[in-house]
Nanobody
Framework: QAQLVESGGGLVQAGGSLRLSCAAS????????MGWFCQAPGKEREFVGG????????YYSDSVKGRFTISRDSAKNTVYLQMNKLKPEDTGLYYC???????????????????WGQGTQVIVSS
């Protein structure tokens, strides 16, 4: 089992930055691939980016590539999503998710992740 708790959301002006955290418990994050997803009002949950189980490879959606960065702190069992140059279209509820995998890649489909946090709200004003 895994428990995930996100934090760090808030209201920010366009062009600003936020750092989201996902604190994990139950298993060490080095056994999981971790993903970040965003669900905007009225839309489906979309893949934002992820980090593989070794922590050596990250993958991002085209919409955030070059602006968002995922990292992790194994000592704290925490994964981070650094969001820079935020845009109003980045607004949504951000979730972290975890999946046990032997693959070195990062799944992008929400249904590939059995473990989810409760989400943290990000609002970017124009």
């Amino acid at each position: 089992q895994a428990q995930l708790v996100e934090s760090g959301g808030g209201l920010v002006q366009a062009g600003g930055s936020l750092r989201l955290s996902c604190a994990a418990s139950g298993r060490t994050i080095s056994t999981w691939a971790m993903g970040w997803f965003c669900q905007a009002p009225g839309k489906e949950r979309e893949f934002v980016g992820g980090i593989n189980r070794s922590g050596g490879w990250t993958y991002y959606s085209d919409s955030v590539k070059g602006r968002f960065t995922i990292s992790r702190d194994s000592a704290k069992n925490t994964v981070y999503l650094q969001m820079n140059k935020l845009k109003p279209e980045d607004t949504g509820l951000y979730y972290c998710a975890a999946t046990l995998t032997i693959s070195t890649s990062v799944p992008t489909a929400p249904q590939s992740y059995p473990y989810w946090g409760q989400g943290t709200q990000v609002i970017v004003s124009s």
